[in-house]
């Protein structure tokens, strides 16, 4: 499956970003997804995954409260609504898939599929 994340760029601290990330090649929802973020030099951090129905989903408790998972199967995309954002969070922001929904968070291992990356600024 391929990953195609739009949706970054510069926003004031106390802003809100929406990031949206289209799928293609595969059946989506065999899917699990979610989001990751890092820059060369920093941890690799998850974010959020939700399961291929969107039934089950899970937030970082380092994001929980200011960032939301959802997905729209029948537009192929998945979602990361960000509100509250500090210069923290600014990073390179991945979407990530994989059919395994308990292997997402990256713990055991990465996800098998990644996207390219959208770059979030927050200025202070």
């Known amino acids: 499956v391929q990953l195609q994340a739009s949706g970054g760029g510069l926003v004031q601290a106390g802003g809100s970003l929406g990031l949206s990330c289209a799928a293609s090649?595969?059946?989506?929802?065999?899917?699990?997804l979610g989001w990751f973020r890092h820059t060369p030099g920093k941890e690799r951090e998850f974010l959020a995954r939700i399961s291929g129905s969107g039934g089950l989903i899970h937030v970082a408790d380092s994001v929980k409260g200011r960032f939301t998972i959802s997905r729209d199967n029948a537009k192929n995309t998945v979602y990361l609504q960000m509100n509250s954002l500090q210069p923290e969070d600014t990073d390179v922001y991945y979407c990530v898939a994989d059919q395994s929904y308990s292997t997402l968070s990256g713990t055991t291992r990465l996800p098998g599929y990644w996207g390219q990356g959208t770059q979030v600024t927050v200025s202070s």
């Open positions: 090649g595969g059946t989506f929802s065999n899917y699990a």
